[in-house]
């Protein structure tokens, strides 16, 4: 089975287009979405609406619950520059569905009459806010795997990329758990422009005690960068955003 694993959109279009005519030349099995569709940019209604026309499944973001303490423009938007401008054109409609997004979803294996779980989180399974880094600590990652189950654990957040196996096992009995960040389709943070998301293959011999039994596979989507940060320089969002577009950090 292929799934593809994609987050922190930002309300960014022409970044989101471009992953899915990807998706589409790739045809996973099931797409999720782990969060963070809005803030950043001046398209959350499309975004949001493109999500819910190929019905991705998908999680709240932290920017996502900003919306209930954000209201929408009325009238004259004419205002100095501010980053809460993105949350202000969010209509009502997207707004309800925004709050209504659940936290985390759990997808359980039944492979070779054993479960292997995955878990699909925004920040962290402890927290929406959370950011868990590639250099955290191994035994720090190794109690959050425990405490909530976890043989796959794939969040945002960070928009840093990576894929790290780390092995709860004792007494000579290996048991690998998968930490996936899926890095951002819309605002790298890793140097690299493009839109970013996750591809991950699990097959019928997939176990936890084999540490290769999942394949992980970072795809890197061109878009069209310079009419996303063009449209933040025409809008009330501060400059500084597009110049994050255009050096992804």
Known sequence: M????????H???PAFEAVLEDLEKRQPDAVYCLGDLVGYNVWPNQVIGLVRKYGIATIAGNHDLKVSKIMPSEGDCSKEESSEYAYKLVGKKERDYLLTLPRHLRIEFQLNDQPLNMLLVHGSPRSINEYLLHDLPEQYMLELVREFKADILCFGHSHKPYHRVINSGENSIEHFHHLINTGS???PKDGDARACYVLITIDQTASTTTQDAVQVE?????YDV???AKAVELSLLP?????NLRKAY
């Open 218 to 222: 970072f795809v890197r989507v061109k």
């Open 239 to 243: 400059n500084a955003f597009a110049d």
């Open 11 to 13: 309300a960014n279009l």
């Open 185 to 187: 389709v819309g605002k």
């Open 226 to 228: 310079e009419k996303a």
């Open 2 to 9: 292929k799934i593809a694993l994609l987050s922190d959109i």
